[in-house]
């Protein structure tokens, strides 16, 4: 299946890329992804699957938009 | 003592006289600095009901027992006064060199009271303070005024200052430092303004006694590089607070059109990673090692300093996506020395009015350079279109009425920080009992709130963690007079400012210990607001009323259909009345206040509003 996945923030440098679409083995989870972005496991970081948040066990869909963004405490 | 100097100074503008003041132990304890400070001293020395654009409103610049060493992001102060924009209690923090050159001077606060006969600037050397002319920067911008300031005293002092909004009393005119850096949100700079009062430049030369200097100078300097290394580590300051537009805009929380719309496809265009490019330099408060204000050219050429809030609520809410042209609308709100997010609040309102038909006029959505001319003739209070707009989106809603006070996006007269709460209950409570109204510093959990909870709870968990982080921000960081960042974006451990505290002082506080102090202070505001507002109920800690509208609720996206229930919000405000000791109209107990150690204060209260 194919997931687009949008990076935010610092995480963008980390992985070298803003935004793109991933392959991902069927019934992959969010966890899945986090080689693929090199996720600092050790920094609390928030996913979103369509607007909404999920954990990092959740299944993901094809054609999913997972967005993975670090904490932020505001402007 | 040690920490505290002990000293407060009281500048008497309209006799040009000055006096050093001592404060106790006991108060220094119990207050500790920075808003603890200012809102226990304008509770004592101001009465209800008197002007704040008058001469018995005072000014309190206050500091805390960790300002002026080298500790991470402790270059900031606060400014306090009775606001203009909501009538009571209102404050603000700005990085500036005041953190420290105040109390090398010799003071942890200082309370500037009456008004000048003429355009004046304070300069205070140690045990000095002069009374000069300000008549040279009088009319002009904050960026002519620093760089006046600068040319005559060089670059090492402290400085803080007004542009034309401030001395024109718009009512969310803001104080400015470091030609960067901007507080007081809820009009601290008109209150300068209506005193005649420009400038305040300060320069010390004295030691701040500390219980271990050593040690404290160790710590600071160890923890200086630490908090660098893992700013570095983590990239944050790549986009420092620009990131989060992109995520608003990706779970349906960015204001776009008055909030009307919660993201837009052209959202990239302003967006961090747009912002990174266009980047000419970087800039940070006095003793921060995580920079986060990022300089771009704007249309005109001027360099201009973009932080999120800035350009979610003068881009994205006006439905202006170039970057340039926020960059202009961000400058010219330095310059004249406006609250940006205010400013872009209003200016929105007014659009949006215009739009539905509220009023009549020539503005709309997404023009920048009506925008820019508005700027302007609000600064400067120029004709009708321009005296309404100074004051402020719920003014200008009374003003219009039809309705509009619906969507005026602010909450007991201060507007929004930059966060679209259609569907985000926890947000929305945030907002509604940020104690001065919605003020970015302490009304926020949105992160939290989406990562642990569905969207559509409304459940006691939410209050108490709006709770848990007013205690985190606004009170410590705001009586210890500390930046967040390197909390949250950085994850460096909280356990730190009462370590610092405790070398500071040589007490042996805990975070516990902090967490009665915020509960004081968060009280005080209460107390200061039931005086002010003595019939106010709760209506007054809802947020504004758009969001509970199924009219309003976005058509498309994740929370399509989706809007905020009032009879749940309702129930969510009473949890979180419930877990603070307030009554049903949001005010504390005197039970509550008894604990808290403020019965006197509840005593005073009393004589002019009745207490549960």
């Known amino acids: 299946m194919k997931v687009t996945v949008k990076l935010i923030g610092p995480l963008i440098y980390a992985a070298g890329f803003s935004e793109k679409e991933i392959t991902l083995p069927n019934s992959a989870t969010a966890r899945d992804l986090f080689p693929r972005i090199k996720l600092d496991k050790k920094r609390p970081s ?16 094809d ?12 402007g | ?18 006096k050093k003041e001592t404060f106790t132990e006991e108060f220094a304890k119990k207050w500790v600095g920075g808003r603890g400070f200012a809102v226990k001293i304008l509770y004592d020395e ?27 992001n402790t270059g900031k102060c606060i400014v306090a006064a009775k606001s203009p924009l909501t009538g009571f209690y209102g404050d603000g923090n700005l990085g500036t060199k005041v953190s420290d050159q105040l109390r090398k001077a010799g003071y942890d606060a200082m309370i500037v009271e009456g008004k000048a006969e003429k355009p004046t600037m304070l300069y205070i050397e140690d045990d000095k303070v002069e009374f000069l002319s300000a008549q040279e920067m009088w009319g002009k911008g904050t960026y002519f005024s620093n760089d006046w300031i600068y040319a005559k005293y060089g670059k090492n002092v402290g400085v803080l200052n007004i542009g034309q909004g401030g001395e024109n009393m718009v009512r969310y005119a803001v104080v400015r430092s470091l ?7 809820p009009g601290i700079g008109a209150v300068m303004g209506s005193k005649l009062l420009k400038a305040i430049v300060v320069k010390g030369t004295k030691t701040i006694p500390q219980a271990d200097p050593a040690a404290m100078k160790a710590a600071g300097y160890g923890d200086l590089k630490t908090v660098h290394e893992m700013d570095k580590k983590s990239g944050w300051s790549i986009q420092s607070t620009n990131g989060v537009l992109a995520w608003c805009n990706e779970v349906a929380a960015l204001p776009v059109e008055n909030c009307r719309k919660t993201s837009s496809p052209d959202a990239w265009k302003i967006d961090g990673e747009r912002l990174n490019d266009a980047r000419i330099a970087t800039y940070g408060c006095p003793s921060c090692t995580m920079k986060c204000g990022i300089t771009i050219h704007d249309k ?8 999120y809030e800035n350009v979610g609520l003068l881009g994205s809410n006006l439905n202006v996506f170039e970057l340039k042209q926020v960059g202009s609308l961000n400058y010219l709100c330095d310059e004249y020395g406006l609250d940006t997010m205010s400013a872009g609040c209003t200016l929105s309102f007014y659009a949006d009015a215009i739009a539905r ?36 989106s719920l003014r200008m809603a009374k003003e219009f009425g039809h309705n509009s006070e619906a969507y005026a996006m602010q909450v007991k007269g201060l507007d929004i920080a930059a966060y679209n709460c259609k569907f985000i209950p926890g947000q929305a409570l945030a907002f509604g009992v940020g104690p001065m109204g919605a003020h970015h510093k302490e009304a926020w959990i949105i992160t939290f709130e989406l990562k642990n909870s569905t969207r559509d709870s409304y459940g006691a968990d939410k209050a108490a963690k709006v709770i848990e982080l007013q205690r985190i921000r606004g009170g410590m960081f705001e009586f210890m007079v500390a930046c967040r960042f390197p909390w949250i974006e950085l994850g460096w451990k909280l356990d730190n400012y009462p370590r610092y505290f405790n070398l500071a002082t040589g007490l042996n506080w805990t975070l516990d210990d902090m967490w009665k102090v915020a509960d004081r202070a968060y009280s005080m505001i209460k107390l200061h607001y039931i005086r002010e507002f003595p019939n106010a109920t709760r209506k007054g800690d809802y947020p504004p009323a758009v969001w509970f509208d199924p009219a309003n609720a976005d058509k498309e996206g994740p929370i399509a259909g989706k809007h905020l229930d009032i009879d749940k919000y309702d129930r969510l405000l009473q949890h979180y009345y419930d877990q603070r000791g307030y009554d049903k109209r949001g005010i504390p107990t005197k039970e509550t206040l008894g604990k808290l150690g403020l019965s006197d204060e509840a005593a005073a209260a009393e004589k002019y509003a009745k207490l549960s």
């Not at chain 2, 100097?5 to 008497?12: D, K, S, T």
């Not at chain 2, 008197?50 to 991470?72: C, M, Q, R, T, Y």
């Not at chain 2, 005109?300 to 932080?307: A, F, I, K």
Request: hydrophobic letters at 35%; one cysteine or more.
């Open chain 2, 46 to 72: 101001l009465k209800p009901g008197i002007d704040p654009l008058g001469p018995e409103n005072k000014l309190v610049v206050a500091l805390g027992p960790i300002s002026g060493i080298p500790a991470p």
């Open chain 1, 63 to 74: 054609g999913d938009r997972v967005v993975v963004s670090p904490l932020y405490s505001g």
């Open chain 2, 357 to 392: 038909g509220a009023t009549k006029g020539d503005f709309k959505f997404g023009d920048a350079e009506r925008g820019k001319e508005l700027l302007g003739m609000c600064a400067r209070r120029e004709g009708q279109v321009g005296n309404l707009l100074a004051e402020g």
């Open chain 2, 300 to 307: 005109e050429g001027h360099e201009s300093e973009l932080d």
């Open chain 1, 46 to 61: 928030i996913i979103t699957r369509n607007g909404n948040a999920i954990g990092p066990a959740d299944t993901l869909e």
């Open chain 2, 1 to 18: 003592m040690k920490g505290w100097i002990g000293n407060i100074l009281r500048v008497n503008l309209t006799n040009k006289t000055y």
């Open chain 2, 179 to 185: 030609e960067g850096r901007a507080g007081g949100r």
